[in-house]
């Protein structure tokens, strides 16, 4: 989380002698708009990572502990501002993703200890991001009026509409069901000027090969930040 009174970023962990807090990073221009942007994950020892904006500075960075102390990890540094969002999923092996948005969207993959980063052929607002049982993965995010849904398949990507709809889409959370079949929620506009008392939270999902779409809630503004995790029967 971001201390706003100390400009840093602190991991709270609990453990038997009750919750231990400490500073993670502490570079006052890095972390000032860090929270409109952090994922928190574990390594393969457990031990804790960050990963955030730094609006600022133009910059995706990480920040882990290694045991000792809290170590830094540039991911991507951008010629143009990074944007709010930041999408976090574990690959089907267990390592951790991000994507993330600079001009266009970007997916960064930690594989064989480090960090590889890689541009994708759209942009999009708020994306989301999972993986399917093949290990490729998927993302959602807006596309003006319409929420986007696009997978890797062999070197190149795919793309297609989920649902193509009358305002503006935002805010995209995206996950696998049991049958490996993509399910998103997003925040939908029903104006043009984004006033958040007609923003409502939706739902599609794919089956048979078609998307299908449901509205979850419309009071009082609902569908900021949302986050979507199937149960076991998906």
Known sequence: FYDASAQALRVAQRDEAGWRVETAAADALSVRWAARGLALFLDSADRPALAYQ???????????????SWQQELIYAASQAVDDGL????????????????????LARRLNGAWQT???????????????????????????NRLMHAWQAGEAWQ?????????????????????????IVYARF????????????RYA????????????SMVDGPGYF?????????
């Not at 730094?54 to 000792?68: I, M, P, Y």
């Not at 029903?190 to 939270?201: A, G, I, K």
């Open 87 to 106: 999408a976090k999923a574990y690959d089907r092996d267990g390592a951790p993703a991000l994507l993330f948005r600079a001009g266009q969207l970007f």
């Open 54 to 68: 730094s609006l600022n500075s133009r910059q995706v960075v990480t920040v882990h502990f290694d045991g000792a």
């Open 118 to 144: 890689s541009s994708l052929p759209f942009t999009g607002e708020e994306p989301g991001l999972a993986f399917d049982a093949a290990n490729r993965p998927h993302v959602s995010y807006g596309d003006g």
């Open 205 to 216: 999902r794919k089956v048979g090969g078609s998307w299908t779409k449901e509205t979850v």
């Open 190 to 201: 029903d104006d043009d000027w984004f006033d958040e008392r007609t923003v409502s939270l």
């Open 159 to 183: 793309s297609e509409t989920a649902v193509d709809d009358s305002y503006q889409v935002r805010w995209t959370s995206l996950a696998m069901d049991a049958y490996d079949r993509p399910q």
């Open 226 to 234: 949302n986050a979507l995790l199937p149960g076991a029967a998906g």
